[in-house]
């Protein structure tokens, strides 16, 4: 018994199956998360390994050389990159994404393991860690007021980050431009010169006074007593009292030869929000959770417990919210999925002027799409832009088999069995083996998507997924809800109104007309092959000029502003800098909010910062993101002192969202410099290449202290004690640390350092004396002198080469200015030195190579799907004509609407090869069926294809359709949804009506050519 023939006999049955899939999916509607991408884990590992007061030379060489030297050995490495910055190193591993990343860290950490003993003996040990692609703040409050920096700082540690980590799926609370609070011993040199006190007296002094041990128990016959030994200083005023040195019999205490204040760390970063100083607090979510639902949870804890227990003088505002356009694309998508379901529901009456099958077909979607949704839920998914994009081109596609069926059941009821029951059972009877075929076909073009390599594997893994499996759905729900609601519901009235004649007239006129057509097709068969074969040809001009890149930009009403001033800057004067950045983004009204930062991240550099802006709602604005770039890249080149870069935010999280990324590699150091100089200098001049960043660092100010070792000898002062007093002076150490009595239950670090202001020029250092062998003080310039050099702020490497890396945003598509920065950097690059592309620009190399694989895969399972169904090696290819005649349609809209060849237009075109193979499926089977019934070939195509040209037109109609809202460029995400809804759309249209006469032609060909050599070959034999 046949799934349409049970479920017509026991519709009950039929009922709860369909109602086992809506209960499935609504409560798994219920439970998915909400986020803008899919989840991807992609594996990279870091190793950061500290040593205080190193320079970069002596990092990259002591400490980052031998790490990526013994890490280079692990399995499944793509890239390794690091970056060697003062007292700093951190190498960072890139494995394939099909690397499982417990088993690289475990892989990473034994090979650190091992060369532990080669490393300085004052480097900290290597940290290894796995970096979280997702472990980027989702959401940005600026904590501001009338208070202190401190108490500021000490109110978002204490309290705010406290009470917002307890919401469910957050996993961390960052704080921005946090400056802790620090017991300061601001040294007076002078003082200290005077009183005959230096460094090491200082070191020796809190070692030891101010102290705590372990002090054990007083065991007594019933009772016992444990030992306090703390002998810290719980006031400032008690630590200015510490005895650091005894002149003349005099005690010198802390507070003779220094200012002690309750102030905050060094002055290396800072944060603004809209301009005023602030507090940053980032929210950064665990894997997979619900980005929406954690941002309107913040929002009710703000509302409702945070701020009405603000105190006085304080404020706390939202500086950026990633839920806005998450929430604004899943609302477009929504829309668009509501709008095609009404679209695809108008051409079912429009074509069958029957409000029943109407709801027949409508019924048909929602149950289809929520078992998609049921499998989204078991497969770890979440609601983003690809599974709701694979849920609006479902609309089109479930429908699909829903009305061949029920078209084919009306119009058995319409012209041939009046029994409702046995025209269900006889309709649905004879395309079910269509109906299949089409489906598996589908399937066959989706399963090489799921296996595909690289990001855009991964992005459009679920997307596969989820349409696979709800083309199946569609399949089961077409052979059971539809048959069983046909046979029971469905009715075919004798009596009609005025407007169903006049759609009737249209359609006998539209029949009549393709009959002729075909007619004419087929008396005239190789000049519709050969007007086929130049038409297919001519495409190849189109698929060269349209324009390629990786991801299309995307107006997300945010985006990022990179800046940097020259090395050697102080933080005032890039403060200053930023300042300017943030007045231009002041005067553009289309701009909301603006949080910037100086200092932020390991390397913690004073001559760079980053402003994330938040723009205006889509509907308030009249002026694209990508346009408001273009104007700032124009302003920001005018400020002098400063390189300010507007960017997209990244995809990725931790890099920058430049399209065009890639660095220059060799061997030296220097030469790599120069080559990198050289190349920015001749790209800049290049049209359309846009403001070219060179990330590299070999001009920092540096002063090389040489010491006069035999003076230093003779006059009993080491070369570490030379260091140290240096280090304390001018660079700081954190000596100690400090709690309050009673406290606030953290311990802060006492931090001694001369005071602010006392070394300003390399004269200055004559302030700073040390102490003989004989207890004389002897000043520093009468051993050590001082020459100012440039030096390497940061050094990078890229694949165990030195690097200097570019970033762009490009005026002219990605695919063209790769090809320009390859040309350029051919004639400047000696060997040894290459170019090697990153980011958006790497995997857009990898993608040609990608979709290649995913077409010949989709075309192979294709033709063994179809002749498996059709037990034929012929007639496959006959199908699959429609394809070349898709891709021409598809390659086309995208020239003529503007849109580029990108990874979601090249998924629109992977996705035409199953679409247009549904049309050829329903000419040919019902041909091969009146052949088999006594037709001659010409006499099949001229009976069958005229039947089948209205539920063509229907299953294409209700594609293009469910998809033209996307494709029109409605709502939030268009710049993504377009690409692809545009392809699917003009290969729906020029395969539709390409296919209508072409495969009619090759099929008569190329049967009459087989009964052909069958007759021969029979001949031959008898003969």
């Known amino acids: 018994m046949t799934l349409p023939e049970l479920s017509i006999?026991?519709?009950?049955?039929?009922?709860?199956?369909?109602?086992?899939?809506?209960?499935?999916?609504?409560?798994?509607?219920?439970?998915?998360?909400?986020?803008?991408?899919?989840?991807?884990?992609?594996?990279?590992?870091?190793?950061?390994?500290?040593?205080?007061?190193?320079?970069?030379?002596?990092?990259?060489?002591?400490?980052?050389?031998?790490?990526?030297?013994?890490?280079?050995?692990?399995?499944?490495?793509?890239?390794?990159?690091?970056?060697?910055?003062?007292?700093?190193?951190?190498?960072?591993?890139?494995?394939?994404?099909?690397?499982?990343?417990?088993?690289?860290?475990?892989?990473?950490?034994?090979?650190?393991?091992?060369?532990?003993?080669?490393?300085?003996?004052?480097?900290?040990?290597?940290?290894?860690?796995?970096?979280?692609?997702?472990?980027?703040?989702?959401?940005?409050?600026?904590?501001?007021?009338?208070?202190?920096?401190?108490?500021?700082?000490?109110?978002?540690?204490?309290?705010?980050?406290?009470?917002?980590?307890?919401?469910?799926?957050?996993?961390?609370?960052?704080?921005?431009?946090?400056?802790?609070?620090?017991?300061?011993?601001?040294?007076?040199?002078?003082?200290?010169?005077?009183?005959?006190?230096?460094?090491?007296?200082?070191?020796?002094?809190?070692?030891?006074?101010?102290?705590?041990?372990?002090?054990?128990?007083?065991?007594?016959?019933?009772?016992?007593?444990?030992?306090?030994?703390?002998?810290?200083?719980?006031?400032?005023?008690?630590?200015?009292?510490?005895?650091?040195?005894?002149?003349?019999?005099?005690?010198?205490?802390?507070?003779?030869?220094?200012?002690?204040?309750d102030g905050l760390g060094d002055y290396r970063q800072l944060a603004h929000f809209n301009g005023e100083r602030t507090v940053g607090i980032g929210i950064v979510k665990i894997a997979n959770a619900n980005t929406v639902a954690i941002i309107d949870e913040v929002k009710r804890r703000l509302d409702s417990e945070i701020r009405p227990q603000l105190p006085p003088g304080m404020s706390i505002e939202i500086a950026s919210n990633d839920a806005l356009y998450i929430q604004e694309l899943i609302n477009a998508l929504l829309e668009h999925l509501v709008a095609g379901t009404l679209l695809a529901a108008a051409i079912v009456w429009l074509f069958l002027r029957s409000v029943r099958s109407t709801i027949i077909i409508a019924i048909a979607i929602p149950v289809s799409l929520l078992g998609a949704v049921a499998v989204m839920y078991f497969g770890g998914f979440t609601f983003n832009v690809m599974t709701l994009l694979a849920l609006l081109l479902l609309i089109g596609v479930v429908v699909d088999d829903a009305i061949v069926v029920l078209e084919n059941i009306f119009r058995h009821r319409e012209h041939i069995d009046k029994d409702p029951v046995n025209a269900a059972l006889n309709g649905s009877k004879e395309v079910v083996f269509a109906v299949l075929a089409a489906t598996l076909s589908l399937v066959s073009i989706f399963a090489p998507v799921i296996f595909l390599s690289g990001i855009i594997g991964q992005f459009f893994k679920s997307f596969a997924v989820v349409v696979t499996f709800g083309v199946l759905v569609s399949l089961f729900v077409s052979l059971t809800l539809t048959p069983m609601l046909c046979s029971r519901h469905l009715t075919v009235s004798e009596k009609h109104g005025r407007f169903y004649y006049i759609l009737d007239a249209f359609f006998h006129a539209m029949d009549e007309t393709y009959r002729k057509l075909l007619r004419l097709a087929l008396a005239h068969r190789w000049k519709v092959v050969a007007i086929t074969l130049v038409t297919v040809a001519s495409s190849g001009w189109f698929f060269t000029d349209v324009k390629k890149e990786f991801i299309p930009e995307e107006d997300e009403g945010r985006f990022m502003v990179y800046l940097k001033t020259p090395l050697g800057s102080s933080v005032d004067y890039t403060n200053s800098r930023l300042v300017e950045v943030e007045k231009i983004l002041g005067k553009h009204p289309e701009i909301v909010t603006y949080f910037t930062a100086i200092g932020i991240g390991q390397a913690g550099q004073v001559n760079q910062g980053f402003a994330y802006v938040r723009m205006q709602d889509r509907d308030k604005r009249n002026i694209r993101q990508q346009d408001t770039l273009k104007k700032l890249r124009?302003?920001?080149?005018?400020?002098?002192?400063?390189?300010?870069?507007?960017?997209?935010?990244?995809?990725?999280?931790?890099?920058?969202?430049?399209?065009?990324?890639?660095?220059?590699?060799?061997?030296?150091?220097?030469?790599?410099?120069?080559?990198?100089?050289?190349?920015?200098?001749?790209?800049?001049?290049?049209?359309?290449?846009?403001?070219?960043?060179?990330?590299?660092?070999?001009?920092?100010?540096?002063?090389?202290?040489?010491?006069?070792?035999?003076?230093?000898?003779?006059?009993?002062?080491?070369?570490?004690?030379?260091?140290?007093?240096?280090?304390?002076?001018?660079?700081?150490?954190?000596?100690?640390?400090?709690?309050?009595?009673?406290?606030?239950?953290?311990?802060?670090?006492i931090r001694i350092k001369a005071k602010d202001g006392t070394f300003s020029q390399p004269a200055d250092l004559t302030k700073i004396y040390l102490r003989n062998r004989d207890g004389s003080m002897v000043r520093l310039d009468t051993v050590a002198s001082f020459k100012p050099v440039l030096g390497a702020a940061i050094i990078g490497r890229f694949d165990l080469q030195y690097a200097a890396n570019f970033f762009s945003t490009p005026n002219m598509a990605l695919g063209e200015a790769v090809n320009k920065v390859r040309e350029t950097a051919a004639p400047l690059l000696p060997p040894g030195y290459s170019v090697k592309f990153v980011g958006q620009a790497e995997e857009f190399g990898k993608t040609s190579k990608y979709m290649t694989f995913a077409f010949i895969m989709a075309m192979i399972l294709l033709y063994m799907v179809l002749a498996s169904q059709?037990?034929?090696?012929?007639?496959?290819?006959?199908?699959?004509?429609?394809?070349?005649?898709?891709?021409?349609?598809?390659?086309?809209?995208?020239?003529?609407?503007?849109?580029?060849?990108?990874?979601?237009?090249?998924?629109?075109?992977?996705?035409?090869?199953?679409?247009?193979?549904?049309?050829?499926?329903?000419?040919?089977?019902?041909?091969?069926?009146?052949?088999?019934?006594?037709?001659?070939?010409?006499?099949?195509?001229?009976?069958?294809?005229?039947?089948?040209?209205?539920?063509?037109?229907?299953?294409?109609?209700?594609?293009?359709?469910?998809?033209?809202?996307?494709?029109?460029?409605?709502?939030?995400?268009?710049?993504?949804?377009?690409?692809?809804?545009?392809?699917?759309?003009?290969?729906?249209?020029?395969?539709?009506?390409?296919?209508?006469?072409?495969?009619?032609?090759?099929?008569?060909?190329?049967?009459?050519?087989?009964?052909?050599?069958?007759?021969?070959?029979?001949?031959?034999?008898?003969?």
Not at 660 to 677: I, T
Not at 731 to 741: L, T
Not at 924 to 929: A, C, G, K, R, S
């Open 870 to 1023: 059709f037990n034929s090696f012929l007639q496959p290819l006959i199908i699959m004509l429609a394809q070349p005649l898709a891709i021409i349609g598809g390659v086309l809209a995208l020239w003529l609407s503007g849109h580029t060849l990108n990874i979601f237009s090249m998924i629109g075109l992977v996705l035409l090869i199953g679409l247009v193979a549904k049309n050829s499926i329903l000419l040919v089977d019902l041909t091969n069926q009146r052949r088999q019934e006594g037709l001659g070939i010409d006499d099949a195509l001229q009976d069958a294809c005229p039947i089948r040209l209205r539920p063509v037109l229907m299953t294409s109609l209700t594609i293009i359709l469910a998809l033209l809202p996307a494709a029109l460029g409605f709502g939030a995400g268009a710049e993504t949804n377009g690409p692809l809804s545009v392809a699917v759309i003009g290969g729906m249209i020029t395969s539709t009506l390409l296919t209508l006469v072409v495969v009619p032609a090759v099929y008569s060909l190329a049967m009459h050519g087989v009964d052909h050599w069958q007759r021969k070959l029979s001949t031959r034999a008898a003969g």
């Open 9 to 261: 006999k026991r519709h009950v049955f039929a009922w709860m199956l369909s109602g086992v899939l809506v209960l499935f999916g609504i409560i798994s509607y219920q439970r998915i998360g909400v986020d803008r991408l899919p989840y991807i884990e992609f594996p990279v590992i870091s190793v950061t390994t500290s040593e205080k007061g190193a320079n970069p030379d002596i990092i990259d060489a002591s400490i980052t050389n031998i790490i990526e030297t013994s890490v280079n050995s692990v399995p499944g490495i793509e890239h390794i990159q690091s970056s060697s910055s003062p007292g700093n190193s951190v190498v960072t591993i890139t494995f394939s994404l099909d690397k499982r990343i417990d088993v690289a860290f475990n892989e990473v950490q034994a090979k650190v393991n091992q060369v532990l003993r080669r490393l300085p003996d004052d480097a900290d040990p290597p940290v290894v860690a796995k970096q979280d692609s997702g472990a980027s703040p989702i959401m940005w409050m600026a904590l501001r007021g009338d208070r202190t920096q401190q108490q500021l700082n000490q109110y978002a540690l204490n309290v705010l980050k406290k009470r917002l980590e307890t919401i469910n799926g957050i996993g961390e609370v960052r704080l921005g431009g946090r400056r802790d609070r620090t017991i300061r011993v601001n040294l007076l040199p002078e003082r200290m010169a005077a009183l005959g006190v230096t460094a090491q007296d200082l070191k020796n002094a809190f070692d030891r006074e101010h102290v705590q041990l372990p002090g054990g128990f007083m065991v007594g016959q019933k009772s016992e007593y444990l030992f306090k030994l703390d002998m810290e200083f719980h006031k400032l005023s008690d630590l200015g009292t510490m005895i650091v040195n005894n002149k003349d019999g005099v005690s010198v205490r802390l507070r003779d030869v220094a200012e002690i204040e």
């Open 634 to 749: 124009a302003e920001f080149s005018q400020i002098p002192g400063v390189r300010a870069f507007p960017a997209p935010v990244p995809i990725v999280a931790g890099q920058r969202g430049d399209p065009l990324q890639f660095n220059v590699s060799g061997p030296n150091l220097a030469q790599v410099g120069a080559l990198a100089k050289q190349l920015q200098q001749k790209l800049s001049t290049t049209p359309g290449m846009g403001k070219v960043d060179l990330d590299m660092q070999l001009d920092l100010p540096q002063l090389v202290m040489n010491i006069d070792r035999t003076r230093a000898a003779d006059l009993g002062l080491s070369a570490q004690d030379i260091a140290f007093a240096l280090n304390m002076l001018t660079g700081g150490i954190d000596i100690a640390k400090y709690n309050d009595e009673p406290g606030d239950g953290e311990r802060y670090d």
